[in-house]
């Protein structure tokens, strides 16, 4: 009968609006093993270099590679952010990189610089991180058209992706406080 008192609780602050986080049930080593942190001391960097929540920029490539360097997708991204080769090369040219190839995106270094730079250039336009997220995922244009419309995510995968990223978020901030205390 205790749990029910919990399920109201959350039921009277969910309807008023108000977030509310729960406390993982799976334990912190558990946490560690599904959700690995690789290149720790690049996603610290780049995340204060670019004035991001270390735990986002882990979430973001855990999800988009699982912190596999060498990832690529169908759709032709590579790397642990999954940035696609001309996104990278037009990201090389606006932050003074020249000579641009594709193999460096296979360089967590240069894959995280470029990838953050991207997100917190995102996190500028939309002001909002699921926007950005979603632009991260569906790309900005749709993210503009649907915002033109008056409409949310259109996508349903594209949705599926912010809300896996902001849980990896929570779980990167239990599971790897001091690490990524940035």
């Not at 029910?4 to 399920?7: D, N, R």
């Given at each position: 009968m205790k749990g029910?008192?919990?399920?109201v609780l959350l039921a009277v602050a969910a309807a008023a609006g108000v977030a509310v986080w729960t406390v993982s049930a799976e334990p912190e080593w558990y946490?560690?093993?599904?959700?690995?942190?690789?290149?720790?001391?690049i996603v610290v960097s780049h995340a204060r270099n670019y004035d991001l929540p270390p735990t986002l920029l882990a979430a973001v490539i855990y999800t988009e590679?699982?912190?596999d360097a060498d990832a690529r997708s169908a759709a032709g991204a590579v790397g642990l952010m999954q940035l696609l080769p001309e996104t990278a090369k037009g990201i090389a040219v606006r932050t003074g990189g020249g000579g641009f190839v594709v193999t460096d995106l296979v360089d967590p270094e240069i894959?995280?610089?470029y990838g953050s730079w991207y997100l917190r250039n995102l996190l500028n336009r939309y002001d909002d991180v699921r926007t950005a997220l979603a632009a991260y995922h569906a790309g900005p244009g749709n993210v503009d058209e649907w915002r033109?419309?008056?409409v949310g995510i259109q996508?349903?995968?594209t949705r599926d992706y912010v809300d896996k990223v902001l849980d990896a978020q929570r779980v990167y901030a239990d599971a790897y406080a001091s690490e990524l205390a940035g």
């Open positions: 029910v008192g919990l399920v946490q560690r093993v599904r959700y690995p942190l690789r290149y720790e001391s590679s699982k912190f894959n995280v610089r033109a419309k008056g996508f349903p995968e």
